[in-house]
């Protein structure tokens, strides 16, 4: 506890006899003088010769008045360049480092009554200054004084304010990745971190964060801002080499930084390192993700035609592997080798699906869909619906190709169809409920044969006579092992931008199992694929990786018309992949 420091006795020696002279009368004569209060004042620490080595600190002070009450307290933490007003009797504080490792500080305290002279006054003069105006309760939110608002009609002020000098010294800031973000054991050429991080002294004591890959030597290091929060990589595949740069990335909005990290190892495991540091360039602990010694790694896998194709398996239903199979017998002059083998994300990968925050992983996905040219995404199941809404629609803007699909049955029918309004469709209509008994090998379908027609005005596309069983528009929902209770089936009517593909054909002669043609009734012929006018988009609700199935008793390549057909699948991805698909647009990224 310290009263007063000798540089301010004479000023304060000075402001009392001031007081005592404003008396009318001399001070035996009148005893009802105001006299000003008196301050101590208290460090949370038992000695304040002590170096603290943290600048939020913890500030005690009592006052007395020996004729009246104390009415709240003015500090200072800054050598008295400054006042704060206060009625309580304790306040935490930060003492500003200013860019150095130690510094000595001067904290004061000083009583005020309300001896006022019964207005507002916007100044206060104490120890020749003024520091503000008198405090009041800012009733309309204005920032100025109005009639009528409380205030506290300061009196006198302890002309020697309780104080002392304390050392402090820097305290170096604290690195740590987000809860919920560790890295996928393997990603493709893309990655997104959580950096976080704190400081003893304030974070406005940070100065800036630094990253690097794999090598912590200093022409490594990258620097961030202090507080970088969500940070992509996104590497540079032009060029050729087991390693690359990749360009860094902020927020979820993949805001660009114009700057470029070294190192990044493809088809090989890699590390990032991460440290902060503050004004007084003290750095932290380097962390790392992996971390060291948690034995997980984080593989960076980059094929061949990386950036050029990528699926996103958005189920567990399908195997993104028949696909690629798919891809892998197309035609020389379609597909060919260029999307032999496309990149795969599966989004119920327990990498993406536990082990990181939806944050986290949408921003992930949303930079790996922006890093790849064209984009196969099927399966709609929550939450990959509102994944979907927000990725793909930019994705198209900036130039993207992109084949989707997905049904509307089980509980995909709650899909909002407002936030799917960039797949060119008017409605979704509920076409058929189905009840149990006619199931076979626990699925639901139309007929038994399910035949595919093509538009005349797009008859390029190959004609597809799909397998047996194939489902009208989705995989309905398995209730167990038990064939299905019911289920509901859902179409949709293409909107006045979309081209019809395919469509259902009409029942058949063969057609009757397991609904009759009355049953049928007046189910028309649906449509189960479209494209956009801007022929960057179809969408289907066949599932895709049905496409693969060859029909029974027949084999391919066949001819019909004259013209010999592959697998009709492959020949629809290679007229989508290769002819829609290729037409100019405009590309950047994210």
Known sequence: MIKNHPFIRFAGFAILLLAVSSCKEPLLDNPTCNLPPETTLFLDTTDVNTVISISEITLFWSGDDPDGEVAGYFYSVDSMATWQFTTERSVKVIVPTLGKDTIITRLFAAAADASGDGKYNSSVLYLGKNIGGEPFTDQNSDGLFSSGEPFTDIGLIDPTPAGFAIRIKNTPPVARFQDESDIPAVTLPVATFALDGTDADGVQTLNRAEIALNDTTGANWVSLPAKPGLVTLIADLSVSGDTTEASIFLGSDLKPTGTKIKNLALNANNVLYYR??????????????????????????????????????????????????????????GVG?????????????????????????????RATVFAYRKLIWYGMTDPAVNLAQSV???????????????????????????????????????????????????????????RYIVRDSVGTYPPANLPDPVFFNSLPQRLGSQAFISQSFYTFVPSSQAIVLYRHDVPQSQDTWPLSKSRYGGFGTPVVMIENLNRNLVFTTVPITFLTRIPPGETYPKSEGGKTYVNPATEILSKIL?????????????
């Not at 992996?290 to 189920?315: C, D, F, M, T």
């Not at 993406?352 to 986290?360: E, L, N, V």
């Not at 290769?578 to 994210?590: G, I, L, Q």
């Open 392 to 450: 793909i629609p930019s994705y198209l803007n900036a130039g993207g190709k992109a084949f989707v699909r997905f049904g509307f049955s089980g509980s995909e029918n709650a899909l909002d169809l407002e936030g799917l309004r960039f797949l060119p469709i008017d409605s979704v209509n509920q076409t058929y409920y189905f009840d149990n008994g006619t199931t076979r090998n626990g699925f639901a379908s139309f007929f038994r044969s399910n």
């Open 337 to 365: 080798g260029y999307y032999s083998n496309p990149d795969l994300v599966a989004l119920q990968n327990p990498d993406f699906s536990q082990t990181i925050s939806k944050g986290i992983r949408n921003t992930l996905i």
């Open 276 to 333: 902060l540091v503050d004004n007084t360039d003290a750095h932290s602990p380097i962390v790392s993700m992996p971390a060291k010694g948690s034995g997980k790694i984080w593989r960076v896998n980059a094929s061949a035609n990386a950036g050029q194709l990528l699926i996103i398996r958005a189920h567990e239903l399908g195997d993104g592997d028949s696909l690629r199979s798919v891809l892998k017998r197309t035609p020389s002059g």
């Open 578 to 590: 290769s002819v829609e698909f290729e037409r100019p647009s405009s590309r950047r990224r994210p």
